[in-house]
Structure formats: C-alpha cells, structure tokens
C-alpha cells in the first residue's frame, strides 16, 4: 500500500494546482479537521470512483495549507463526505459515514435499535386519497411480537395522523423516533374501519435472525424447500447451513427462495448460499468476481463456489475460527427467486452469479439495481480495525468494487425485471403468512412449478403504491465485514 500521508502529524508535503484557496471559512478544531483528513485520505484512497472525482485527485493541492482550508471549507464530516461522491443520488446512490460505528457493525450481526418489524408498502386505497400501510413481517422477541402485531396487519393512522396522499412522509417517524404509535384498522371493500387496537412502541436492541422461516412444501410427487431469508449476516451461516440440510436430507426437487425484504449483506455469506443452492458446482468454480479501483487491484478476487463455511461471533463479528461443512444440493437445476424493490445487492448477487449455471426464475417485482459493495473503512493509519483513532467513532461505508458473474456480466443497475410478475402490495388486504401457498408470490412460484391454480382470489384491483419514504439504515447493501477482511487479507 502506498504511504498515507496525515498533515495533521508529518511534515509538509507537496502536492499540485488546486483552485481551493478560499478562506471564508471558521477554522475546526484539531479533532474536526481529524476527522475530516479521514474522510479525504479514505476516500481518496478506496472510493472506487476516486479517478472521476476532481476533489480526490492525487495531485489536487499545493501544500499542507491548501489542503487544511480545503477540509475547513466544510461545515460537517457528512458536509465533505457527500462533496466528495460521484454524481451523489445519480451513480453513486449507496456511499454513506455514520458517527458511530459500533452501531454499523452491530447491524452487520442483526443487532439495531429497533421496534422489531419491517414496513411493508403504503397503497392508496381510495380516490379520496386514503392511504394504509401493511405490516410485511415481524421478527421474534421484539416490541412489535410482544405487543402481538403480525404479518399482514393494516394501519392507518401512525402518532394520531391518518394517513392519506398528502401526510404519508409521517410514516418516516418509524425510522427518526424512539417510540411511534400504531392505529390499526381492517377494510371490506372501500370501508375503512378501525380496529379499536393501538400500540405504543419503544425501540429496544433487537437481534434479527435473518433465516426468517423455512419448510418443506409437497405438492404432488414434488418436494419444494422454501426459505424466507431477510439478510446476508455472516453471524447466521450456521443456522442458514442447518436449512440446507433439512432441505438435503427430504431430497427436495425445488427450492424456492424468497428475498422479497433482503437489502442484501455479506460477499461471503452470499457465495455460501449459492453453494447450497447449486451443489454440482465445483470448489474452482467461479461465483462471483469483485473489481477494486485501481490502487487495490490487489483486492481483486474471485470468490468460488464453497465446501466449508466459516462461523463468525454474534457479539463481536470475529471469526471464530470454526468451519462447517457446507450442505450442497446436487438434485436442483433451477431456483425460484422471489423479488421486490427492496430485494437488493448481495440478494441481486444470487440472481447473477447462479444463472450461468442453472435456471433462476425470478417472481415478484422488479429488484432494487445495485451492482456494486463496500467496505467499511475507519480512522486508522490503514482504514482497518486496527490502531482507529480514539477520540472518535466515524466510519465510512463506500462504494469500493464492483461485482461480476463468472461471465463478466454485472450489468443490472435498472434491476432485474421478473419472470412472474406479482405485485404485493396489490393484496394488502389479503397478506397471507410466509408458507401459506396461497401467499401471492409463492403461489405463483408453485403454480409454476406444478401447474396447480392456486387456491386465491381473483386478479386484484389496481392500486397505486405511494412512494417517497425514507430507507431503512444500513438496509441496501453489499459488503466485506471487517472480520472477513482481517480473516482472509489485511487492507
């Protein structure tokens, strides 16, 4: 690795033509302009679009002086951090710093402060703008499970606002607030009426199993596994290699797996799954490749399909030094994916590495477009977890490669359109259980499967999803742990 230059504690070094002289500025601090040199060097160091963005040029200052104006220029570490990325909301949509990083790898292991369920989609009922907000699953010994709210639940009013067309944006409380307030209503026809139920929730720490449900479903002569998984946490292989062999040992035909609400996760625990799910590959067969910028082609790799899985600590993240043997399913030739907007990242890594080798049939809606992962990069004199600096807790999370299929292909910004479309939403009012096989989406995968109608409703009316809300932190991602890093290769 080059030398990483700090003005903050070395000499001067010289560095060439910038424009960025303007004083107008309040000096920071020493532990401001700390902070801001950590998002600079960072960046300038990892970003994968580092070339593209003339702030970040090698050669972009003339001395220590120039450079210290040019961070004191900036109200905020936020302030320089979105400054610094690449058609920011256009191509790099993903890059983001938090100011505590304990909560970010808490995240990588399921743990968040939470109310303990996940917003399903907000649907305009009515022409007169009413508009409710589904409940799409709720994780187990959390304030939600505990105040009896399930899958499938209909609210309408959220901290006393009934919610129409113009006051919807109120629903982003559920991610700005410690506690929220939940009416709850049920609807025949274009009757809205309430239930009498409301909850007060407090957000707590929760710990989230990604392996959300899963069973063996018989239709006919068929055995189908179905797995509802929610993220790529490599504290989970364990417990996502025990699915696999359920789904062995009952010899399944078909497995149909459902990523409807997964943002994605772990390079790792992604290529783990893909093992399971396609056995006939070989352990030198290519998966997936990851493309770093050009001051880290020696990141460059190529993650092979697996026969061992590494388990990680569910406290601390770290390697535990243990290895199972990976469940390898050698009787599929194809999997049935099922999508939505929020299937993202390393859920898209699935659909992309698996189909040059078998048959992905893709059932839902369109998914998120996200080609590209991150690593997390802290204040050390190497951006890894070793000597960060401890007079704060800032870390970055930005794009730092691109992910290819074994043919070179990655080419899935727009998200991949489905085979079957179903559109969820369009059964608010019918939101069956995971496993149910008249739930919309597995129906329509086992419909496929065996050419049995399922037993539902008729094509539903058309409504309008509102759009417009915040995302869920951390919710859209793919990336390399710090303990994976520390495990396989330092920075």
């Known amino acids: ?156 009013k959220i901290d006393d606002v009934e919610l129409n067309t113009s006051n919807f944006q109120v629903v982003n409380n559920y991610y700005n607030n410690s506690s929220i307030k939940l009416s709850f209503a049920t609807v025949q026809g274009d009757v809205l009426t309430p239930t009498g139920n409301t909850q007060i929730l407090h957000t707590r720490t929760v710990l989230e199993n990604p392996v959300r449900h899963s069973e063996i479903i018989t239709l006919g002569d068929k055995k189908i596994g179905y797995l509802v998984y929610n993220g790529f946490n490599n504290t989970y292989n364990g417990e996502l290699n025990d699915v696999f062999a359920d789904f062995k040992t009952a010899n399944i035909d078909e497995l149909v797996l459902d990523l409807r609400y997964n943002g994605g996760g772990s390079v790792e625990t992604c290529t783990y799954l893909a093992s399971m799910i396609y056995g006939k590959a070989s352990a030198s067969d290519t998966f997936a490749e990851s493309i770093f910028n050009d001051k880290n082609t020696r990141q460059n790799s190529k993650d092979t399909f697996a026969d061992k899985a590494r388990i990680f600590n569910k406290t601390t993240g770290n390697d535990t030094g243990d290895k199972v043997d990976i469940n390898r399913i050698s009787s599929l030739n194809r999997v049935y994916v099922l999508t939505s907007n929020d299937t993202a990242s390393a859920s898209e890594m699935i659909i992309n590495g698996l189909s040059p080798y078998m048959e992905v049939v893709v059932v839902g809606d369109t998914t998120y477009g996200k080609n590209v992962g991150s690593i997390t990069l802290f204040d050390s004199p190497t951006f890894d977890t070793r000597n960060i600096n401890p007079n704060h807790l800032y870390a970055m999370q930005p794009i730092t490669f691109t992910i290819y299929n074994k043919d070179g292909e990655s080419d899935y910004i727009q998200g991949f359109t489905p085979d079957i479309q179903v559109l969820e939403y369009e059964y608010w009012d019918d939101i069956k259980a995971f496993g149910d096989i008249d739930e919309a989406l597995l129906a329509a995968a086992l419909q496929d499967i065996s050419g049995i ?38 920075l």
């Open 453 to 490: 109608q399922a037993k539902r409703a008729p094509q539903p009316r058309q409504y309008a999803k509102v759009k417009g809300l915040k995302e869920r932190p951390f919710s859209k991602e793919m990336y390399i742990t710090p303990g994976e890093m520390q495990s396989n290769k330092a």
């Open 1 to 156: 690795m080059k030398k990483i230059f700090y003005f903050l504690l070395s000499s001067a070094v010289l560095w060439s033509c910038s424009g960025d002289d303007d004083a107008n500025f309040t000096p920071k601090t020493s532990e401001e302009l700390e902070i801001h040199d950590f998002v600079w060097k960072g960046l300038n160091e990892w970003y994968f679009w580092q070339k593209d963005v003339d702030k970040l040029g090698d050669n972009k200052f003339t001395s220590n002086k120039d450079y210290e104006n040019f961070l004191n220029k900036y109200d905020s570490p936020e302030e320089l951090f979105d400054g610094l990325l690449y058609q920011k909301d256009q191509v790099d949509r993903f890059s983001w710093i938090v100011d505590d990083y304990e909560e970010l790898l808490g995240s990588f292991r399921g743990e968040s402060e939470s109310f303990g369920f996940q917003i399903g989609d907000l649907v305009q009922i009515s022409d007169d703008g009413t508009v409710i907000m589904y409940i799409a699953y709720v994780v187990p010994n959390s304030p939600a499970s505990e105040a009896g709210i399930k899958r499938g639940d209909i609210v309408y």
